[in-house]
C-alpha cells in the first residue's frame, strides 16, 4: 500500500485546511486509515482515524469537535478537514494504514505510513 499525502499549508490560528491522503497498490477490504501529526521535539501522536466503511471513527481529544475525518472509497481517499486550528496543531501530519482494520491511537499498529505533510498555524 502506498500513501500520499498532501493538503498541508500556513494558516493563521482560527484557520482551515483540509488534508487529502490517497491510497495506491494493493487495498484490503478491512484497512482502517489514521492521522498522526508530529511535532518538533516531539513525539508522532495519534489525530484521528476511520474504518474503511467510514462508519466507526476515533479522535483524539486534542480535535474532537474542530477536526472531521472522512473517506471516499470510489477514490481510495481520505480527508481530514481541520478547522479553528491553533498554533499547538502545528505539525506534520502524516496519514497511515492498518491492514489489521483496528481503530488502535498507537503509532506501532499501523504498517503504511505517508510521506507526511507540514501544518503550521501562526498566532
Known amino acids: 500500500v502506498q500513501l500520499q499525502a498532501s493538503g498541508g499549508g500556513l494558516v493563521q490560528a482560527g484557520g482551515s485546511l483540509r488534508l487529502s491522503c490517497a491510497a495506491s497498490?494493493?487495498?484490503?477490504?478491512?484497512?482502517?486509515m489514521g492521522w498522526f501529526r508530529q511535532a518538533p521535539g516531539k513525539e508522532r501522536e495519534f489525530v484521528v482515524a476511520?474504518?474503511?466503511?467510514?462508519?466507526?471513527?476515533y479522535y483524539a481529544d486534542s480535535v474532537k469537535g474542530r477536526f472531521t475525518i472522512s473517506r471516499d472509497s470510489a477514490k481510495n481517499t481520505v480527508y481530514l478537514q481541520m478547522n479553528s486550528l491553533k498554533p499547538e496543531d502545528t505539525a506534520v501530519y502524516y496519514c497511515?494504514?492498518?491492514?489489521?482494520?483496528?481503530?488502535?491511537?498507537?503509532?506501532?499498529?499501523?504498517?503504511?505510513w505517508g510521506q507526511g505533510t507540514q501544518v503550521t498555524v501562526s498566532s
Open positions: 497511515a494504514a492498518d491492514p489489521a482494520g483496528q481503530l488502535v491511537p498507537k503509532v506501532e499498529w499501523y504498517d503504511y
Open positions: 497498490g494493493r487495498t484490503f477490504s478491512s484497512i482502517t
Open positions: 476511520i474504518s474503511w466503511s467510514g462508519s466507526v471513527t
